[in-house]
Antibody
Framework: VQVLESGGGLVQPGGSLRLSCAAS????????MHWVRRAPGKGLEWVSA????????YYADSVKGRFIISRDNSKNTVYLQMNSLRAEDAALYYC???????????WGQGTTVTVSS | SYELTQPPSVSVSPGQTARITCSGD??????AYWYQQKSGQAPVLVIY???KRPSGIPERFSGSRSGTMATLAISGAQVEDEGDYYC??????????FGGGTKLTVL
């Protein structure tokens, strides 16, 4: 059971980046998936979530209108399209399946996004 | 927007009980969850649904709730329990909210 994030990197302010998260070991389409970030010196911040079917999406106020979450259940992959990036978006971005009724959760090791000119 | 409030830091001596609180108006109606995060590592779930302990988490970790406050207790805290602890819950729209985090020091 694991998720593996990719797609992080250095981007200029105002630029775009797409993160990917490939999941394995569980029935991907049954579960909502989340993106959580931790900026340097800050705490965990929930960013976005998408339902198992992809029909419902949720965003933190700080990214609403700039980030888009999506998923491809045929590829067991969830994406985060990040547009109009700001310095304050720089962080380690985690992909996660939050705990189910059995307390089973899955987190990746994260992918780093740096926003700088 | 909905907020969960945690103390920035808690410090105990080894063997003592560490208590970390998390307050939020919706906690009487919403589950609280607790994560431990050590430097350079992904978060680890230590308590879910207020007071349930995931497989593999030591019995010294426990959770409780009273009114608008959830509490994580670590009985007989050990040096290895040091790290940042985060509560999370959901708001009325179903969005996830994390507390600001509490740095636990055991020395």
């Amino acid at each position: 059971v694991q998720v593996l994030e990719s797609g992080g990197g250095l981007v200029q302010p105002g630029g775009s980046l797409r993160l990917s998260c490939a999941a394995s070991g569980f029935t991907f389409s049954n579960y909502a998936m989340h993106w959580v970030r931790r900026a340097p010196g800050k705490g965990l911040e929930w960013v976005s979530a998408i339902s198992g079917s992809g029909g419902s999406t949720y965003y933190a106020d700080s990214v609403k209108g700039r980030f888009i979450i999506s998923r491809d259940n045929s590829k067991n992959t969830v994406y985060l399209q990040m547009n109009s990036l700001r310095a304050e978006d720089a962080a380690l971005y985690y992909c996660a399946k939050f705990p189910d009724y059995n307390g089973m959760d899955v987190w990746g090791q994260g992918t780093t996004v740096t926003v700088s000119s | 927007s909905y907020e969960l409030t945690q103390p920035p830091s808690v410090s105990v001596s080894p063997g003592q009980t560490a208590r970390i609180t998390c307050s939020g108006d919706a906690l009487p109606r919403k589950y609280a969850y607790w994560y431990q995060q050590k430097s350079g590592q992904a978060p680890v779930l230590v308590i879910y649904e207020v007071n349930k302990r995931p497989s593999g988490i030591p019995e010294r970790f426990s959770g409780s709730r009273s009114g608008t406050m959830a509490t994580l207790a670590i009985s007989g805290a050990q040096v290895e329990d040091e790290g940042d602890y985060y509560c999370y819950s959901t708001d009325s729209d179903g969005n996830v909210v994390f507390g600001g985090g509490t740095k636990l020091t055991v020395l």
